[in-house]
């Protein structure tokens, strides 16, 4: 290791800037939300195997809610425009605008060039959990999803069933693409319910046991008009490990929400970002 030079404390000791001040950005309109979800009925459910994924479709004013419904696991979510796969989810963006972990009344972010509000985030019965003694905490967007590729270099197996793996065979069924087309709309991830943080020492990325138990849901208001897909992490509750078949795994469930008629006449859809794209020329 290099030598610290003299005044190693004193460069240590400056303070942190927040790269991404969120004071100016828009709030959601919670209260209209709530109001909007008192009345709102049931229209529509998935039911997610353990280590597969399932695709929903929920409009924008819908509510889509992800429940665990058996037993402590993990969800890897993608969310697309339904109507043009480019814009898809940004969980970089999404964590530098929010945090590592996304709770109640924040957003999900597109890609660039719409970077705008996918889905608002309503209700979090997981939202007590806080931040905890080893700096884990609960749905994260720092990581990418277990996948095949990564399995591989560390391991040198050949394992199918884990999310991004599932989540392509997803998106291929539900829009009748071939596979290497499907994969390459796939995208990292909303973690839910996952308990993960980054290690003080070494700055790795951890997973510890989820706190979801069944009945725990995380709820969306849908911004736009959104294809979703769904993964039933192969890790179960990632206490122990993923990519393989070791771990104790188990359904989840999605359900969709429509508002009664008028109760959203005031509300609309969020714009596609206001950058004029000239970038500098």
């Excluded at 058996?70 to 043009?84: F, I, K, R, S, T």
């Excluded at 957003?107 to 997981?126: E, G, K």
Aim: hydrophobic residues 35%.
């Amino acid at each position: 290791m290099t030598q610290p030079p003299a005044d190693a404390g004193v460069r240590r000791a400056v303070a942190p800037v927040i790269c991404y001040p969120n004071d100016t950005l828009p709030r959601p309109d919670l209260a209209l939300f709530a109001a909007a979800r008192e009345g709102a009925h049931k229209v529509a459910e998935v039911v997610v195997p353990p280590r597969e994924a399932a695709c929903f479709h929920a409009s924008a004013g819908q509510f889509f809610r992800i429940t665990s419904v058996e037993g402590p696991q993990v969800g890897d979510l993608n969310l697309w425009n339904a109507n043009d796969l480019s814009e898809r989810f940004y969980s970089g963006k999404t964590r530098a605008l929010h945090g590592t972990h996304v709770t109640t009344g924040e957003q999900l972010w597109s890609s660039f060039p719409h970077l705008r509000p996918m889905a608002t985030i309503v209700q979090d019965t997981l939202d007590w959990y806080g931040i905890d003694e080893f700096g884990g905490s609960v749905h994260d967007v720092i990581g990418t999803r277990c996948d095949p590729y990564t399995g591989n270099l560390l391991g040198g197996v050949q394992y199918h069933h884990c999310c991004h793996s599932n989540l392509t065979r997803a998106l291929a069924d539900e829009l009748g693409m071939p596979l290497a087309e499907a994969e390459g709309h796939v995208h990292d991830v909303l973690n839910v319910f996952m308990c993960t943080g980054f290690t003080r020492d070494t700055g790795q990325y951890f997973m510890k046991a989820s706190p979801v138990r069944p009945g725990d849901y995380l709820e969306f208001f849908a911004e736009i008009d959104l294809l979703g897909a769904l993964s039933a992490c192969p890790g179960g509750d990632c206490s122990a490990e993923h990519t393989s078949d070791a771990a104790v795994c188990h359904p989840l469930l999605v359900e969709l929400f429509q508002p009664k008629s008028g109760v959203l006449e005031d509300w609309q859809s969020p714009a596609r970002n206001g950058y004029d794209g000239s970038h500098g020329r």
